[in-house]
């Protein structure tokens, strides 16, 4: 690692490590402002001081802040215990708090309130509708809520930057991704976490539950298994199969590529485009930037730079080698940059150092996309390229695939597709980069907010103009 990448900024604080104490202190006029200094001498982020009951011998005090990480968390309490007459009652972790008992629910969206609504919406009633089914399959998505739901299913092999944690401690994960798909696209999706890694046990137990769905989400499944997973389950299931590691990164760097290269007056069918990182999200974005019309990639990983020469590359990797790299071109990252007009990082922390920024091509934009720590010092990055973007929230230009999937499903769902083509995952990636106008595009603006409620609704519309004009409906 570089001298440079040694001396990253201190990581901000943030709601993800955000505590409420709960302090008893003396009926003190100085007390709140004293505890106020202490949380702010000690870095920490205060959000409220609440009194919350008072008596003649003491009051009680509710402290919220936010801190850097857990230990951070431990230092401002411990400024907060050494304010004179202070004790410290209990600590709550606001991220833990608010999974207790998991943030999904199951509700009825008809009323259950007399004899009447129970023989309609079961037993009798239901039967009818059984039988109905039975007899016309194809209105099985129209009449159950197999057409708007969504299984989110992981076997826990890769999950965010954490690796291979198992499907329960998976589950808050997919219990976080359901919820997102509700909140953007008002999707009712169902996360399942496989007790198995094994290949084949995966594909047949998602086949098996396949007829509940009106599509699978594959979520944080280690490579390269999740190429073979999805490959098979494509080929057997008539309800599209998406992996969201792969596509949906695919779909926002194509979107934000475009939009930076257009900030840089280039085409992605002139830019030199490196990518660092040949696993499923790597192999994802360089497919989908050649579909756009890329022609000059290379791509860099552990081995160097992938060459179909290297006879120790996994089958995966020899096919990304073979994509991008004909001449054979070898060596390092450095040695890849040179000249080079983008960098797209789906890697590690410290990779790239940013003095190579500048042997770059003039107006460069670099993608530092490791997550949470970038592949490079990101304030030095942003001296030296034009465009930067990262996969955090605390930078300009987060690339965050929430601005791909629920409108992708929607889309999926509305037009009852069968399957996810390259030409649907190419308009939904169009239609994202159009959500920025000409009037908002600068260097630090390339992507629309993923609260934009017009985001959602672009992407589905397109998808769903891809599927059902012969690209993706049968």
Not at 445 to 464: G, H, M, R
Request: proline share 5%; aromatic share 4%; hydrophobic share 45%.
């Amino acid at each position: 690692m570089s001298e440079q990448n040694r001396h990253r900024r201190p990581l901000p604080t943030g709601a993800s490590y955000s505590i409420t104490a709960r302090l008893y202190a003396v009926p003190s006029a100085s007390v709140v402002g004293d505890l106020a200094t202490a949380v702010g001498a000690a870095g920490g982020l205060l959000t409220a001081i609440d009194v919350s009951e008072s008596r003649p011998d003491r009051i009680t005090v509710d402290v919220t802040c936010s801190a850097t990480n857990a230990d951070h968390s431990g230092e401002i309490v411990e400024a907060m215990r050494a304010v004179e007459g202070v004790t410290v009652h209990r600590v709550s972790d606001r991220t833990f708090l608010l999974h207790l008992g998991g943030k999904i629910s199951v509700a009825s969206k008809v009323p259950l309130r007399t004899r009447d609504d129970l023989s309609m919406a079961y037993t009798p009633g239901v039967g009818r509708v059984s039988f109905a089914l039975a007899q016309n399959p194809d209105d099985v998505a129209k009449l159950t809520v197999k057409g708007n739901s969504v299984a989110v299913v992981t076997d826990g092999s890769a999950v965010l930057g954490l690796g291979n944690i198992g499907p329960g401690a998976a589950l808050p994960v997919m219990e976080g991704k359901a919820a997102l798909f509700k909140r953007f696209a008002d999707i009712d999706a169902w996360p399942i976490c496989l007790d198995t890694q094994d290949t084949d046990e995966i594909v047949q137990v998602v086949k098996a539950i396949a007829p509940g769905f009106g599509g699978i989400n594959l979520e944080d499944i280690s490579a390269p298994r999740c190429f073979e997973i999805e490959r098979r389950l494509r080929d057997i299931l008539d309800i599209p199969v998406f992996h969201d590691d792969q596509h949906g990164t695919a779909i926002v760097v194509t979107a934000a590529l475009t939009n930076a290269l257009r900030c840089v007056d280039n085409r992605i069918e002139d830019a030199r485009i490196v990518v660092a990182g040949g696993g499923a999200a790597g192999t994802a974005i360089v497919t989908l930037l050649l579909a756009a019309g890329a022609r000059h990639v290379l791509v860099w990983d552990r081995e160097g730079i992938l060459t179909p020469a290297d006879t120790s590359l996994n089958p995966a990797k020899r096919r990304l080698a073979e994509q991008t790299n004909p001449a054979g071109r070898t060596g390092t990252l450095r040695d890849a940059l040179q000249g080079a007009d983008v960098f797209i990082g789906v890697s590690g922390p410290g990779v790239l150092d940013a003095a190579w920024i500048a042997e770059m091509a003039p107006a460069a934009v670099v993608f530092a996309l490791a997550n949470p720590d970038p592949e490079v010092d990101v304030d030095a990055a942003q001296q030296l390229a034009t465009v930067v973007a990262t996969g955090r929230s605390d930078y300009p230009n987060q690339i965050n695939n929430v601005l791909a999937f629920p409108g992708v499903f929607r889309g999926l769902l509305d037009a009852r597709a069968h399957q996810v083509t390259t030409a649907m995952l190419l308009s939904a990636a169009d239609a994202l980069a159009r959500c920025v106008s000409d009037e908002q595009l600068n260097a630090t603006y390339i992507v629309p907010s993923v609260f934009d409620p017009a985001v959602p609704t672009a992407v589905a519309a397109s998808v769903s103009a891809a599927a059902t004009g012969g690209r993706g409906a049968r």
